[in-house]
């Protein structure tokens, strides 16, 4: 009877004390174990805030454009002195020249004169086209014919044979070079001379004239 009392003392004995140990164990295994890392959602969301080549969060890296090269060439021909225009080649009412040339002069003695053009194109506007060479400081055309058609004088540059006469100077001083104007507006002046036009146009602020053209009288 003692025996058996015994026994079932020891047992409630175990009883009581497995669940004492088995937390224990839990405590140990909970703390044995290292912190897990961040989840990937997590680690996804910090890339994601991680600022971008740009600066700013989510934004597209602005291209860059630091080797980018312009399409653009030159075109120019080879450098010629300027012409140079002598006395007896200067404009007079008997001898209508522009920077020495007269108009129905042979296209190959005016290239030959100023030499190769920056650019070329062609005026169908006309009944007759105009081949048109453009030389930056001054232009020339030629008709079908390949005639001399037109001289015209863009820059201060040019001498256009005037007696001194130049671009940027004023209505006055056209005046005391080349006479009275057969024509004269604020915007232009114009002196014609055996079937030619001299046309000079003007700011109509500063009276000064703008660009220089001799062409056929219609």
Same mark, same amino acid.
């Given at each position: ?94 001898? +209508?020249? =522009?920077? #020495?040339?007269? $108009? *129905?002069? @042979?296209? /190959? ?5 100023? !030499? &190769?053009?920056? %650019? ?39 001498? +256009?044979? =005037?007696? #001194?006469?130049? $671009? *940027?100077? @004023?209505? /006055? ?5 080349? !006479? &009275?104007?057969? %024509? ?35």
């Amino acid at each position: 009877m003692k025996n058996k009392l015994r026994r079932a003392a020891m047992i409630g004995l175990l009883i009581s004390v497995l669940p004492a140990a088995a937390g224990c164990e839990a405590v140990h295994t909970y703390w044995g174990k290292e912190p897990a890392g961040p989840s990937a959602n997590q680690a996804e969301s910090e890339e994601n805030a991680k600022p971008s080549p740009s600066g700013a969060v989510g934004q597209t890296p602005a291209p860059d454009r630091s080797a980018a090269v312009s399409s653009n060439e030159n075109t120019e021909g080879p450098v010629k002195a300027k012409p140079v225009v002598t006395p007896e080649n200067t404009y007079r009412a008997n001898n +209508p020249a =522009l920077m #020495g040339v007269t $108009l *129905g002069t @042979t296209k /190959d003695e005016v290239l030959n004169l100023f !030499g &190769k053009a920056q %650019n070329m194109f062609v005026m169908d506007e006309d009944p007759q086209s105009v081949t048109v060479y453009e030389y930056g400081s001054f232009s020339v055309g030629f008709n079908v014919f390949d005639r001399l058609e037109f001289v015209q004088i863009q820059s201060a540059d040019i001498d +256009p044979g =005037l007696g #001194g006469l130049r $671009l *940027g100077q @004023t209505v /006055d001083d056209a005046a005391s070079v080349l !006479g &009275k104007p057969d %024509n004269r507006t604020d915007y232009v002046l114009t002196y014609k001379a055996r079937n030619t036009v001299l046309k000079l146009d003007l700011d109509p602020e500063s009276h000064t004239i703008q660009s220089i053209k001799l062409f056929p009288a219609s």
